[in-house]
C-alpha cells in the first residue's frame, strides 16, 4: 500500500466526518493539516499500510508532537497536540468501523492533557438581556423567544433541541429530549419558558407548518421545514448582537448557563448531571468550580 492509498482513506473520513458533523469549511481544514501530518510522520518511518500501524506508532506520534525538536524548536501548544490527536483517533475509529482494518489502534491512546477550564457562562443579567432582545409578536420573534428560553430553561444541547418533535412537549412543564447515543431524559421547564413556549405553538408554528409539508419538527423555519443547527446558530449571534452583549454566545453557552445559576443556586451536582445528561458526573463537576 503506497501514500496515495492511505490519502484515499483519508479523504473518505473526511467525507465522512463533513456529512455527520456538518464541518464548516474552516474545520474541514483543520481536519486535513492535522492527518497530512501523521501522513507525514508515518511516511517518513517507511509505514505505507494502515493494517501494519501499531499502537505504539500512534502513540510515539503523540509524543513527537511535543518534541520541540520535531516543531523546528518550538514546542507544540497541548490543545493544539490534543486536537490533532483527536483527529488521529477519529480516523482510526473510522478504519476500524468501515472494516478497512481488524482493530482500532489508537483506541487507548492517550492525548496530551489539557488545563482545565471553567466553560464560559452568562450571567442572568445578561442572559435576561438576551431574552428581552427576542421579544416581539411576529411569528418568527415568538419562535426564536421559546426558542432561546427552552435552550436556557433546559440546558438541552443544540442537536437535542433541533431534534425536538411537538410530541416530545409531554405537557406544559414537560420535555422528552433524546441525547447522544439517542439516550431520553425528561426535563422540566420554567413558568417563563412555558408561555413562550405556548405563546409559539398556539401563534407562530401553524404559520409556519401550513408553509411546509407536515414536518413533526417542534421548531420550524419560514418555510415549514425543521430548523437546522446552523439555523439556530444563525437565530442566536442576531439576538445576541441585538442585546449588544460583549460575551461570545453560542447554544453551548446557554446550556453552561443554565447548569452554573442552577448550581450557584444550590442544586446538587448529581440532579444537574441527570438534567445536562451527562454520562459522568466529573462532566458536571467541572461546573462546580464556578460555585462559590
Do not use: C
Amino acid at each position: 500500500m503506497s501514500r496515495r492509498e492511505l490519502e484515499r482513506y483519508r479523504d473518505q473520513y473526511l467525507r465522512h466526518v463533513t456529512i455527520e458533523r456538518g464541518l464548516s469549511t474552516n474545520s474541514l481544514a483543520a481536519y486535513r493539516r492535522d492527518l497530512a501530518r501523521y501522513l507525514e510522520y508515518l511516511e517518513d518511518r517507511d509505514i505505507s499500510d494502515v493494517n501494519a500501524i501499531a499502537a505504539s506508532d500512534v502513540q510515539q506520534f503523540v509524543g513527537w508532537l511535543r518534541a520541540p525538536l520535531a516543531q523546528g524548536g518550538l514546542e507544540l501548544a497541548a490543545s493544539s497536540a490534543s486536537r490533532i490527536t483527536s483527529s488521529v483517533r477519529g480516523f482510526h475509529r473510522f478504519l476500524d468501523e468501515e472494516g478497512v482494518v481488524q482493530d482500532d489502534v489508537a483506541r487507548d491512546v492517550q492525548t496530551p492533557k489539557l488545563p482545565a477550564r471553567l466553560p464560559k457562562a452568562l450571567t442572568i443579567d445578561e442572559v435576561q438581556r438576551l431574552l428581552d432582545a427576542a421579544s416581539g409578536t411576529a411569528p418568527e420573534a415568538l419562535r426564536d423567544r421559546a426558542l432561546l428560553e427552552l435552550l436556557y430553561a433546559s440546558g438541552a444541547r443544540i442537536s437535542e433541541a433541533v431534534g425536538l418533535a411537538v410530541d416530545d412537549v409531554i405537557d406544559r412543564d414537560i420535555i422528552r429530549v433524546r441525547g447522544k447515543g439517542d439516550k431520553q431524559r425528561i426535563v422540566p421547564l420554567g413558568s417563563f419558558a412555558q408561555d413562550a413556549l405556548d405563546a409559539y405553538l398556539v401563534r407562530a408554528r401553524p404559520v409556519f407548518a401550513a408553509r411546509g409539508n407536515g414536518s413533526p419538527a417542534l421548531f420550524l423555519g419560514v418555510r415549514g421545514g425543521a430548523l437546522s443547527r446552523n439555523s439556530v446558530w444563525n437565530i442566536l449571534q442576531r439576538i445576541a448582537q441585538r442585546a449588544e452583549l460583549d460575551a461570545h454566545v453560542s447554544p453551548h453557552t446557554l446550556r453552561h448557563s443554565f447548569a452554573t445559576h442552577l448550581m450557584q443556586g444550590g442544586a446538587d451536582v448529581r440532579v444537574v448531571q441527570e438534567l445536562l445528561g451527562h454520562a459522568s458526573v466529573s462532566t458536571t463537576q467541572i461546573l462546580s468550580l464556578i460555585h462559590i
